[in-house]
């Protein structure tokens, strides 16, 4: 009879703890874009919020980065050569990270196609390393 009871007690509080909040404690929702389905940077737009990429307020005088100007900067698909010192599995680990990079970040890569500077993926005395190359054409692999 006892384990019953203890039985009972459980489903009842179980069934409680199921219960939505918000039914015990009334509605807790705001509309803060009068029923419009606004989403946050079209909020911060209207309400004057000058912000970088819609949530981040960057003071007077800061910049995004600490590069010196516009014509510093990579484009955001940086071209690669991968190497031929490569091996194969090394050049499958070295484009997972370019893919997991591309998925955390805003930069994307891509096969070198003939642009002035782009990656150069190669094997260097023991580990694999990147430099950055500046060259019209890539190095000649046999």
């Known amino acids: ?12 509080c179980a069934t409680a703890l199921c219960l939505p909040t918000s039914s015990l404690t009334g509605n807790t929702e705001i509309d803060v874009d009068n029923g419009k ?22 003071n007077e005088g800061e910049d995004r980065n600490t590069i010196l ?18 091996e ?11 893919e997991q990079y591309r998925l955390k970040t805003c930069i994307d890569f891509k096969p070198w196609s003939r642009e002035p500077n782009y990656i150069l ?3 260097g005395r023991g580990r694999r390393r990147r430099r950055r190359r500046r060259r019209r054409n890539p190095p000649h692999h046999n």
């Open 121 to 123: 993926v190669f094997k």
């Open 69 to 86: 100007g516009e014509k510093y900067r990579w484009p955001t698909t940086v071209p690669y050569v991968l190497d031929s010192s490569l």
């Open 88 to 98: 194969i599995n090394a050049k499958g680990v070295i484009l997972r990270a370019f």
């Open 1 to 12: 009879m006892a384990s019953l009871h203890t039985l009972l007690i459980l489903c009842v």
């Open 37 to 58: 389905d606004l989403d946050i940077f079209e909020i911060n737009e209207a309400a004057g919020l000058d912000l970088v990429e819609g949530d981040i307020l960057i």
